[in-house]
C-alpha cells in the first residue's frame, strides 16, 4: 500500500491536471447522496486533497499538513490513548498520525534513534520531542524527495558513485544484513506489529 509521501504526489499530480475544470459527471455509489449530484455539475475543481495514506474511518493529524507543529506529535505521544502501545504498532495506526506505514515507520524511529519495542510512556520528554520531530522531517523529506528517506547528502554522494536508488534511498529499511550508514554496525531484520522492520541494535536504543 502507498504511504502518505506518495498519496500526496499522486494527488499533485492529479491537481495539475484537474484544477479548473468543470465537472462533466458526478456520481455516487451511496443511494442517500445520489439525490445531490446534480448540486455539484457543472462545479469546478478548486483543489485536490490527500488525507492519509488510505480511506479509513478515523484519521489523526496528516504528518504532510504543513501546519501540525512537532508539538502536538509530542503531546500525542504522551496522551493515555497513545502512551501505552509499542511504537512499532503504533506507527502503523491511523488514528495517531495519518499518511505513516512500514518504511516510514522504520525510518522515522532510527533517525529518533529508538528501537521499536520501546514504548512512547517510557520515553523521556526529550526523546518524545525528538521523535515529534523525526516523525514529521522523515516524512516531509519522503515526499519532496519521491521516497528518499536517507541523509540527502549521503544519498546524493552514493548515487554520485553509480549506487543504484534501491541501496542509498533508506537508512536501514530494506536493508537487513548490510553495514549501518551511521555506524557500520550489521542492520537486523525483524517481524514486528505483523510487519518486517529493520533496526540498528547500536544507533537506537
Excluded at 479548473?20 to 439525490?35: E, I, N, Q, S, T
Excluded at 491511523?94 to 514504548?119: C, K, W
Aim: proline share 4%; with cysteine.
Amino acid at each position: 500500500m502507498p504511504e502518505g509521501a506518495e498519496v500526496r504526489r499522486q494527488a499533485d499530480r492529479l491537481a495539475r491536471v484537474l484544477v479548473g475544470r468543470p465537472l462533466a459527471r458526478v456520481w455516487f455509489g451511496l443511494d442517500r447522496l445520489a439525490a445531490h449530484a446534480g448540486d455539484l455539475e457543472a462545479a469546478g475543481v478548486h483543489a485536490v486533497e490527500a488525507r492519509g495514506k488510505a480511506f479509513l474511518l478515523r484519521f489523526g493529524p496528516d504528518a504532510l499538513d504543513p501546519t501540525l507543529p512537532a508539538e502536538a506529535v509530542a503531546e500525542r505521544l504522551a496522551s493515555r490513548t497513545f502512551r501505552g502501545r509499542s511504537l512499532a504498532a503504533l506507527y502503523l495506526d491511523q488514528s495517531f498520525v495519518a499518511g505513516i506505514g512500514n518504511y516510514l515507520r522504520t525510518e522515522i524511529l532510527f533517525v529518533a534513534g529508538l528501537l521499536p519495542e520501546r514504548r512512547a510512556k517510557d520515553l523521556s520528554p526529550e526523546q518524545r520531542v525528538a521523535l515529534a520531530e523525526a516523525t514529521l522531517a522523515v516524512t516531509r523529506q519522503s515526499y519532496a524527495t519521491a521516497g528518499i528517506t536517507n541523509d540527502l547528502a549521503r544519498a546524493s554522494a552514493l548515487k554520485a558513485s553509480g549506487e543504484p536508488r534501491g541501496r542509498y534511498r533508506h537508512h536501514v529499511f530494506a536493508r537487513g544484513g548490510r553495514a549501518c550508514w551511521a555506524c557500520g554496525a550489521v542492520i537486523e531484520r525483524v517481524e514486528l506489529a505483523g510487519r518486517r522492520m529493520y533496526v540498528c541494535g547500536s544507533c537506537q536504543r
